[in-house]
C-alpha cells in the first residue's frame, strides 16, 4: 500500500485594527454598528463616480506584519480589481494587491515533525484588500448588510510547506499571537476577524510532484482549520486508494457533520480578470518610511521565548505560554521584579493557580484584575513563610474575589502561619503529654505516627502552622524523649 505525505498552503484572512475602512471614512469597528447598514457611504457601497483612498494606518499595519514575518516590504506595490459576481461585493469586483502585493517571500520555523527542530515555511505574500459585506439567509430571501464592506484585510499566504496538520496550526496559531503583538487584530475568531483557508493535497511519500488540491474557505477556527484539514487529508487518501482523483474544488466545512461539502468548482486567476486599479495610484513607500518600522517592532513571541529560556531558565513549554500573549509576558516579567522570590517560582504561579482563576473567571490576560505588585507581594508572604502555601492560594482566589492587597486580606482573616517557635514549642510539648500511647509506640519504631502528631498541630492551628517548623519541634522532642 502507498504511503501518502500531507501537502498544506494555507491563506489567513485578518481584518486589520484601523479607525475607518480602507478605501472610505467609515468606521472599522462594524461590530459596534447600530444597526445593519448604517456603517456605510458612497464609496463602500459603490456609488457611481465614488473615489476610493488607501488608508495609510492599514499600510502602516501592512508594513509592520509584513517585517514580523520576514518578508520584503515591496517600495512600489499596486493595487488590482479582482472581478467577481457576488451580492456581498457592491463594486462587482474587490480591490486587492496582485501584482505586486505590499508583502512578499517571508518565512517562518514551526517544530519539525518529530518535536526536534524547526522546519522553515515559506510565506509567498502578504497583501491588502477589502472585506466583503455580510449575507444572511431567510427563509427565500438574502438579506445584506454592507457594515463590514471596504474592511482593511490582509491576507497572508504561505508555499504548500506544511507536512503535517499539527504544522499548519503551529503556524496559524503564531500568526495570530503575531498579530495581537503587533496590536494590528484582536484574533476574536468567534467574531470572524481572523477566517484560514486551507490548501489540501496529498502525494506519495518521496515524490515531490505536487497534486491536485482542494481549497477549504472560511475556518473560523483552529479546531475547525485542523479537522477540517484532516479530514480532507484522510478523503484524499481514500480517493487515491480506490482508484479515484482528487477534483480541484472549493470546499466547505460542516461543523456539526464533521466533513467537507463541495460549494464550487475552483475558479482560476484568469476567471477574475485581474487589472490594475485605475482609480488609485500605485503605492510608492520611501525607504526611509520603511525603515522608521523596524524600530516599532516589538520583541515578538519568538524572540521572547528564547530570551526567557536564556534569562529566567524555564521551561520551553513555560517560556512559550508566557510569551504567547505580551500582556502576560509583561506580568510575568512584572511581577519577578517586584518579588524576593525567583522567576521559576512566579512562573509557577502564572502558569498554575492563578490562569485557573483568569480561565474560571472567564477573563482575559488583557485586562488583568490583579496589580502585579499584588501578586507580587503574595508570592513574598509565602517566600516569608508569613502564610503557608495552601493559604497563599486561597489568598488568591480572594484577591480575585475582592481586588483587595493580600496583606490587608491576610491581616484581617488572621491567616498568617504561626512560625513563632515558642508558640508552636508549647504545642507539641502538650501534645506529647497528652497521648503517652501514641508517643510510646513511635519511640517503639512506629514511625509513620509522626504524621498523625503533625496532623494534629495543623488541626489545632487550622492549618496555619509551618509544617517543617513543626516538624523539626516533634523530632527534637522525641530525641529528648529516647536519651
Ligand atoms: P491560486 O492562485 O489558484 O489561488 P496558488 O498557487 O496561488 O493558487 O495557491 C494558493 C494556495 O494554495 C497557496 O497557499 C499555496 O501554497 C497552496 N497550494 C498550491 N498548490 C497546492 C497543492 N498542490 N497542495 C496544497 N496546497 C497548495
Ligand atoms: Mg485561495
Ligand atoms: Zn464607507
Known sequence: MTKYETVIGLEIHAELQTASKMFCGCSADYASAPAANTNICPVCTALPGAMPVINARAVEQAVLVGMALNCT????????????FYPDLPKGYQISQYELPIASEGWMDVPADLGEGTQRIRIRRAHLEEDTAKTFHRGDHALIDYNRAGVPLLEIVTEPDFRTVEAALAYATNVRAILRYLGVNSGDMEKGVLRFEANVSVRPI?????????????????RALTRASAYEV????????????????????DEARGVTVSQRSKEHAHDYRYFPEPDLPPLQLAESFIESFRAHLPELPEAKTQRFLRDYGLKLQDA????????LADYFEAVTAQ???????????????????????????????????????????????????????SVLVEMFQSGRAPKDIVEAQGLGQISN???LKEMVIKLIADNPKEVASYLGGKETLL???????????????????????????FEKLRK
Open 421 to 423: 517557635e515558642g508558640v
Open 339 to 393: 518579588t524576593k522570590d525567583s522567576a521559576k517560582v512566579v512562573c509557577n504561579w502564572l502558569t498554575g493557580e492563578f490562569m485557573r482563576q483568569i480561565n474560571d473567571r472567564a477573563l482575559s490576560v488583557d485586562s488583568i484584575p490583579i496589580p502585579a505588585a499584588h501578586l507580587a507581594q503574595l508570592i513574598d508572604l509565602a517566600f516569608d513563610k508569613t502564610v503557608s502555601g495552601n493559604t497563599a492560594k
Open 234 to 253: 484522510e478523503r484524499q487518501i481514500k480517493l487515491y486508494e480506490s482508484g479515484g482523483e482528487v477534483v480541484q474544488e472549493t470546499l466547505g466545512w
Open 206 to 222: 518521496g515524490s515531490d510532484e505536487l497534486r491536485t488540491r482542494t481549497e477549504i474557505k472560511n475556518l473560523n477556527s483552529f
Open 73 to 84: 516590504i515591496n517600495p512600489h506595490n499596486t493595487f488590482a480589481r479582482k472581478n467577481y
Open 451 to 477: 504524621q498523625w502528631f503533625m496532623g494534629q498541630v495543623a488541626r489545632a492551628t487550622k492549618g496555619k502552622a509551618d509544617p517543617q517548623a513543626v516538624k523539626q519541634l516533634l523530632l527534637d522532642e
Open 320 to 327: 512559550a505560554l508566557l510569551a504567547s500573549e505580551r500582556s
